[in-house]
């Protein structure tokens, strides 16, 4: 399949300017000016892309792809995610994780679902784990599983400072950090571990301390829900100036933004104001899993289900509300999950990498999009569904 796209104001995701962009077999094959169809060449589908944006296509590094929660009991265990709806967030690459419940969802039925999604058109990889340690592996050793389980690039979520973690020691906690970097040295992968931050007093400490005592460097970790509360935000500051990564999740509810919760898109545009690396700062959804709403006490007075579509919707907001140029907000879904994860054909738009793109509309809505140069979504429309859908 060859696909040229002409014409395309192109983000990838900094500002190249008018372009046009040739796709070959799944892949960027050239970037010009102008690309020049030969007389009698083979059939290219040629699309007019001069009144789009055109952007790498979104990673989103966090999204409970088999469902999660449970913390209201079975009836409140979360769905599934279908293609359809990450597509139609402009999601090409996805990481799936499990969360709170490590018995009735598993790593085997997290892989199986990380494939299905594969088979349907997109790129997927998996987090082995669940919030508790010790790991619960599919081979039985976090080392070996990313070693030998093609789709598990690091840990997690491991939860900390939160009264449903499992409360690990600090010599536990660093032993699962050195096994995960072991197994990324050994297979090429990033090892990261992903980091659920609660809601206690305890933030970031583990990582602090585990970067200072051991050999382990900072950035072996991505700590999510780093702007659940003010204070945990006013240490990502801190932390982020300190060298470590740092995650956004989108999905909120009105109620934590009344609490204290800090919208993405301020959180970005105060981070950028303190002088922190924008390098460092990821956005993810945590796509269908559960948004418990605990009281003082640790008893469940609510929920609801996170939402991928909120992981643009942020990005648009950096843009529209906080101004903060397009090319650095894409930074935070594109180029810089894709290098903290290791992913060297994701998150950009340069020959070589993979023909994941979405098309925006001037105001910053979602046209079309094509994962591994096939057209998915096209003009609003989700062309291509999952297995079971309508």
């Known amino acids: 399949m060859i696909t040229l796209l002409q014409n395309g104001e192109v983000y990838a995701p900094q500002y190249l300017g008018k372009k046009d962009i040739l796709l070959v077999g799944g892949k960027i094959a050239y970037i010009e000016d102008h690309i020049q169809i030969p007389d009698h060449f083979v059939p290219i589908n040629v699309y007019d892309a001069s009144t789009e944006y055109v952007v ?202 009344a609490e204290g919760e800090v919208k993405c898109s301020k959180a970005l545009a105060t981070m950028l104001r303190e002088e922190v690396s924008i390098e460092r700062i990821t956005f993810s959804s945590d796509g269908q899993g559960s948004l418990p709403d605990f009281d003082a006490q640790g008893n469940l007075r609510g929920l609801t289900v996170g939402s991928v579509l909120s992981l643009f919707q942020e990005v648009r907001d950096c843009v529209l509300q906080e101004q903060i140029p397009l090319a650095h907000a894409l930074q935070t879904i594109t180029s810089n999950p894709a290098t903290m994860l290791k992913l060297p054909h994701k998150g950009r738009i340069q020959p070589g990498c993979d023909a994941d793109l979405v098309l925006l509309n001037k105001d910053l809505s979602i046209h079309s999009v094509l994962a591994k140069g096939q057209k998915m979504m096209e003009n609003g429309v989700i062309v291509v569904k999952g297995t079971f859908e309508s």
Do not use: W
Not at 78 to 100: D, F, K, R, S
């Open 56 to 257: 790498p296509g979104f990673i989103d590094s966090h999204v409970h792809i088999i469902g999660g929660g449970g913390e209201g009991g079975f009836h409140t265990r979360t769905p599934e995610i279908q293609l359809g709806t990450l597509i139609g967030a402009g999601i090409t690459t996805v990481v799936g994780c499990l969360g709170t419940d490590g018995t009735t969802r598993s790593i085997a039925s997290l892989l199986a679902k990380s494939r299905a999604l594969e088979e349907e058109g997109m790129s997927t990889y998996i987090y082995t784990g669940s919030y508790e340690i010790p790991v619960r592996t599919l081979t039985g050793n976090i080392t070996d599983d990313l070693i030998l389980i093609d789709k598990i690039i690091g840990v997690g979520e491991i939860a900390l400072s939160d009264h449903r973690s499992s409360c690990p020691t600090l010599v536990e906690f660093q032993k699962v950090a050195a096994a995960a970097r072991l197994g990324g040295i050994l297979s090429g992968k990033a090892g990261i571990v992903n980091i659920h931050m609660g809601d206690g007093t305890q933030m970031v400490d583990y990582l602090e301390k585990t970067a200072h005592t051991t050999d382990i460097p900072i950035h072996q970790f991505i700590p999510t829900h780093m702007n659940r509360n003010p204070q945990l935000f006013q240490k990502a500051i801190e932390y982020g100036k300190k060298g470590g990564n740092i995650d956004f999740t989108t999905s909120t509810t009105p109620l934590f933004l």
